[in-house]
Every structure is written in structure tokens, then in C-alpha cells.
């Protein structure tokens, strides 16, 4: 499985960002995508999932009401829609694999990893 994110940038605090996270490969394996995000001198921490087949959605607690997770079947794509993002959204943002389940909040369920994309929100 191979995993491309895309759609980060700078936006001024309140804007909004929508990033993608294309996947590749053995697609039919996934049981899980992820995105993660990680600022600088801070932990990677979960940050919304989707189950690849049913569609059931999960959010930490930081981000619901914000950010939308949803999945275009046709191209293999997962979006993550930013809404109301504030300077505490700034970090890397991963998107990540899970091919057997386990937590979907952590990183050591997932078994690949895309690049990361930048996310920068100014005040």
C-alpha cells in the first residue's frame, strides 16, 4: 500500500484546508486510514480515522465539530475537510494505513505511512 498526501498550506486562523490522502496499491487490504498529525517537539497524536469499507468515522476530541473525515470510493481517496483551524492545528499532518484494526487512535495500528503535508495556521 502506498499512501500520498496532499492539500496542506498556510491559512490564517479561522480559514479552512481540505487534505487528501491517495492510496495505492493493495488498496483492498486497508481495514482502516488514519490521519495523524505531529507539531514540532510534540508526540504524533491521532487525529481522525475511517473504516475503508463500512465508513464508520472516529475524531479526537480536539477536532470534532471541525474536521470531517470521508472517503471517495472511485479514486482511493481520503479527505480530511479543515474547518475553523486555529494556530494549535499547526503541525505535519500523516495520513496511515491499518491493515488488521487494533486502536484506530494509535500510530502502532497503522502499517504504512504517507509523506505528511504542512499545515500552518497563522493568528
Known amino acids: 500500500v502506498q499512501l500520498q498526501a496532499s492539500g496542506g498550506g498556510v491559512v490564517q486562523a479561522g480559514g479552512s484546508l481540505r487534505l487528501s490522502c491517495a492510496a495505492s496499491?493493495?488498496?483492498?487490504?486497508?481495514?482502516?486510514l488514519g490521519w495523524f498529525r505531529q507539531a514540532p517537539g510534540k508526540e504524533r497524536e491521532f487525529v481522525s480515522a475511517?473504516?475503508?469499507?463500512?465508513?464508520?468515522?472516529y475524531y479526537a476530541n480536539s477536532v470534532k465539530g471541525r474536521f470531517t473525515i470521508s472517503r471517495e470510493n472511485a479514486k482511493n481517496t481520503v479527505h480530511l475537510q479543515i474547518n475553523s483551524l486555529q494556530p494549535e492545528d499547526t503541525a505535519v499532518y500523516y495520513c496511515?494505513?491499518?491493515?488488521?484494526?487494533?486502536?484506530?487512535?494509535?500510530?502502532?495500528?497503522?502499517?504504512?505511512w504517507g509523506q505528511g503535508t504542512q499545515v500552518t495556521v497563522s493568528s
Open positions: 496511515a494505513a491499518s491493515l488488521w484494526g487494533g486502536s484506530f487512535y494509535s500510530v502502532r495500528s497503522y502499517n504504512h
Open positions: 496499491g493493495r488498496t483492498f487490504d486497508i481495514y482502516v
Open positions: 475511517i473504516n475503508w469499507s463500512a465508513g464508520p468515522t
